[in-house]
């Protein structure tokens, strides 16, 4: 019986040290499941003002999401423009880009202003919002 028991220590040594290989490795590979940040520009102006387009002229804002570090577009992103009674959702293309598009009667304006926010969403990286991202003025 004595034995046997340094033979099941040794055994027990390799497969706890074959357990922490298989742990280590999952550890280092952790960095690929941290979301990596975003950004969204406006590539049209963030002041709209409504007396410039008649009731049945659309208002295209136009939105770039690229990937904060490393400066390139982000594919299938969902990016959504509210606020004032509208609202207007897209999905970027290959090139990272997407047009919003309203009309001026979408908007419910009684204080003659406010904002709309933006929000942008993609798989492996953080939601970006920007909750004053588009001004519209009567």
């Known amino acids: 019986m004595a034995l046997g ?10 497969v706890g040290m074959a357990g ?19 950004h969204a520009n406006l590539k049209s102006s963030n002041i709209i003002i409504l ?23 982000v594919e299938k992103a969902s990016v959504a423009l509210s606020g004032l009674g509208a609202i207007s959702v897209n999905i970027t293309g290959n090139n990272g880009y997407t047009i919003l598009r309203f009309k001026r009667t979408d908007f419910d304006l009684k ?6 926010q933006l929000n942008v969403r993609a798989n492996g990286f953080q939601d970006y919002s920007n909750e004053y991202a588009v001004k519209i003025v009567i």
Do not use: C
């Not at 410039?52 to 999401?65: L, P, Q, Y």
């Not at 204080?111 to 709309?116: F, S, T």
């Open 5 to 14: 028991i340094p033979i099941k220590i040794v055994v027990l040594t390799i």
């Open 20 to 38: 922490l290989a298989a742990m280590l490795v999952i550890i280092d590979n952790g960095e690929n499941a941290i979301p990596k940040s975003i």
């Open 51 to 73: 007396p410039a387009f008649n009731d049945t002229e659309d208002i295209n804002v136009g939105i770039e999401v690229i990937d904060s570090i490393e400066g390139t577009s």
């Open 111 to 116: 204080a003659g202003e406010g904002y709309l």
